[in-house]
């Protein structure tokens, strides 16, 4: 199979599925002859012409608004947010329009769309181009959350968002885009969205991630096993809905949770898997639900120490996993 980045997974997947389907159109900003600011769509507008690869002004609102009346109209749009940060002018659409229109319409009508959204911090963003926004649209019944960590399942989820008869926030780590590399199968192959993965079998103890945040935790596993404990390690890949069984089989087996993400440590994601675990697999459990996340702080700050003091990293889940093993 051939070995790409993360970015050539996302643009050949893009390019592929535009062959194949031909009302799949992309809009966003410098989406065209620049091919975004990332290249996401570098060679695309080249190929599919401006018809199917489409500037759009400088409004999320507007981008994520045209996107919902295409998707009700026969197109299926694939609506590029810059950064994710700057997603929250289209909160209303995603949140109040394209997430229920299943339900409103009594099934009558649905939203084929899929936002795309770089989000996350390490490359020294600052304020506005380093947030994680997935906790705020996880809530959010009717809207697929998926954030993959690898070029394999950023394909093989991409194009199954691209199948998919509901709206996908696909949250792509801006980070991974170009540091991780992997095999990708060539061909219509998927990967199912709902499901997580074990990227790496233990029995000590269970740590659960996503994003940039499972590679660390898989360097921080590597580490445990050289002292004797055997970490399992579960990449979510879809955010919303969560993967429960694949969370609960794993925790009643080890006996311990440790969870791992990078925004605010308030309010993120981790705090609904600790629930889950809390109230199906309380009984199994031999120590304490942990969380590693970044701090309570209103956003990742440009220096790179301050960077690091924000972001959770193998040394830090390492100690905490220590901790949490002593038990």
Do not use: W
Not at 15 to 34: K, L
Not at 217 to 227: G, I, R, T, V, Y
């Amino acid at each position: 199979m051939p070995v790409k980045s993360n970015i050539e997974a996302l643009r050949d997947t893009m390019a592929a599925e535009m062959r194949r389907d031909p009302t799949i159109i992309i809009t966003g900003e410098d989406v065209g002859q620049r091919g975004g600011v990332f290249r996401a769509t570098e060679g695309l507008f080249a190929e599919f012409g401006p018809s199917r690869v489409i500037d759009s002004p400088l409004s999320e609102l507007s981008i994520v608004g045209v996107g919902i009346g295409m998707a009700l109209n026969g197109i299926r749009p694939i609506c590029e947010i810059q950064f994710a940060d700057f997603i929250h002018p289209a909160f209303n659409q995603i949140v109040n329009e394209a997430a229920k229109m299943r339900y409103r319409s009594n099934g009558q009508f649905c939203c084929p769309m899929v936002i795309r959204a770089p989000y996350g911090g390490g490359i020294s963003g600052a304020l506005y181009h380093s947030q994680s926004i997935e906790a705020f649209f996880c809530h959010v019944p009717g809207l697929y959350v998926l954030a993959p960590s690898t070029p394999y399942d950023t394909a093989g989820l991409l194009r199954s968002a691209l199948r998919s008869p509901d709206p996908v926030l696909f949250l792509e780590h801006k980070k991974l885009y170009r540091a991780i590399k992997g095999e990708v199968p060539e061909g219509d192959f998927h990967v199912p969205i709902g499901r997580a993965e074990v990227k790496r079998a233990g029995d000590d103890m269970t740590i659960i991630s996503y994003g940039l945040m499972l590679h660390e935790s898989l360097k921080a596993a590597d580490a445990l096993a050289k002292e004797g404990v055997a970490a399992e390690v579960i990449d979510l890949r879809t955010l919303a809905p969560l993967d429960k069984d694949t969370i609960l089989t794993s925790v009643k087996k080890t006996g311990k949770a440790l969870i791992v993400y990078e925004d605010n440590y308030t309010g993120g994601l981790g705090g609904e898997i600790a629930a889950i675990i809390a109230e199906n697999a309380f009984e199994y459990l031999d120590g304490p639900i942990t969380r590693v996340a970044g701090p309570d702080i209103p956003a990742m700050p440009f220096s790179h120490p301050m960077q690091d003091f924000f972001l959770p990293n193998a040394e830090k889940i390492a100690a905490a996993a220590r901790t949490l093993a002593a038990y």
